[in-house]
């Protein structure tokens, strides 16, 4: 973690707690339409989402519009906390969730329900903060960027998109030579590539 960033994590992760539930609600609806009446949605059949915590835009209103369109959607499940390892794993109707190390819901799976990431075509990421030369801070852990690393070879098709609020944009965040760039940005406002 980039101690420089710390206090801007900080300051972004309090302004998104800040966001009152109704604005919450009302900014992941305007977030769900952009997604599903966009041509990225319509391209994609293998999505990976996230269950949101500490104030992240919330997704799960739009799983049963996925699942009604035949999309397979997958969810991110550590492996390893010691080593900041993740994978996505198959969630259905019937799937059950359990409480990750971080308290995080994720997928009870077997191991033929992990899907590799080349193997995805949309990865919905939560986020931090963002800036628009296409720069994510996640939580500071780097499990998105271990899990996507094969995503800078520029040979995968796997689409790499955060989703915030449209506050948590700020003006520069330093890259590290191992952060991964979003391909785009869906916020209350727009989706937008970079």
Not at 38 to 55: E, R
Not at 146 to 151: D, I, K, P
């Amino acid at each position: 973690m980039n101690s420089k960033q710390t206090p801007l994590r900080q300051k972004l992760r309090n302004e998104r707690r800040q966001i009152s539930k109704s604005e919450q609600l009302l900014h992941a609806e305007s977030i769900i339409q952009l997604i599903i009446h966009s041509q990225l949605y319509k391209s994609s059949q293998q999505i990976a989402l996230y269950s949101a915590t500490d104030g992240e835009i919330d997704l799960f209103p739009m799983i049963e519009q996925l699942f009604s369109d035949k999309k397979r959607v997958y969810l991110p499940v550590i492996l390893s906390s010691r080593d900041s390892i993740m994978h996505f794993a198959l969630y259905n109707s019937e799937t059950q969730l359990e409480k990750n190390c971080f308290g995080i819901p994720e997928p009870v799976y077997q191991q033929e329900h992990i899907i590799s990431v080349e193997q995805l075509d949309l990865i919905l990421a939560p986020l931090v903060g963002f800036d628009e030369q296409g720069n994510r801070m996640g939580m500071g852990g780097g499990y998105y960027d271990r899990a996507l690393q094969h995503l800078n070879t520029g040979t995968v098709k796997t689409q790499f998109f955060g989703v915030a609020h449209e506050c948590q944009r700020t003006e520069h965040i330093q890259a590290n030579d191992w952060d991964i760039p979003l391909h785009g940005i869906i916020t209350e406002e727009r989706l937008n590539y970079f």
